[in-house]
């Protein structure tokens, strides 16, 4: 922060640091003895505007986009599918056929289910097919059964 003041003689505009107020200095120009004067608003001077930006600053509201609604993801993951990748873009995948889902009208069809997965992949892109027991609720008797179903590894 500057004062700015002009020497009562020569008029030669003068530029102080503020610090320097109402010290003795001699003019450049014509080398008369001058007192700095006292900061005011007449005369201050700010060589960097750092005063005007902060206030500038303040005077500046950021707004955030606000809501209450749950942040929904922009992306949604994609569903996995049985539609196979094609050669080179394999990846291993697993499927889980559980007997109870392959049960129609009291008909098991786990079997041909499986089977038609099995076909569906192919047998070279088979990597393990694994038993697997769980327990749920029978719909009927309401009583918790043990059953099974496959756990198949492959590529697709
Ligand atoms: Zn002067």
Do not use: W
Not at 47 to 56: L, Q, V
Not at 123 to 144: Q, R
Request: charged share 30%; glycine share 4%; with cysteine.
């Amino acid at each position: 922060m500057d004062v700015i003041f002009s020497c009562t003689k020569c008029m030669q505009e003068l530029v102080v640091e503020a610090s320097g107020s109402g010290s003795e200095i001699e003019c450049p120009s014509c080398k008369t003895s001058l007192i700095v004067p006292e900061v005011d608003a007449a005369n201050v001077h700010t060589s960097a505007p750092i005063e005007s930006s902060a206030a500038a600053k303040e005077d500046v509201h950021y707004s955030v986009p606000q809501s209450n609604k749950p942040v929904e993801p922009l992306i949604k993951s994609a569903l996995p599918t049985l539609e196979f990748a094609k050669d080179g873009e394999k990846t291993l995948r697993i499927k889980t056929i559980r007997r109870t889902d392959c049960v129609e009208v009291d008909r098991d069809r786990f079997d041909e289910r499986v089977s038609e997965f099995l076909q569906a992949v192919g047998e070279k892109n088979i990597v393990s097919i694994n038993a697997v027991n769980y327990s749920h609720e029978d719909m009927k008797s309401k009583a918790m059964i043990t059953d099974y179903g496959v756990l198949i590894v492959f590529k697709g």
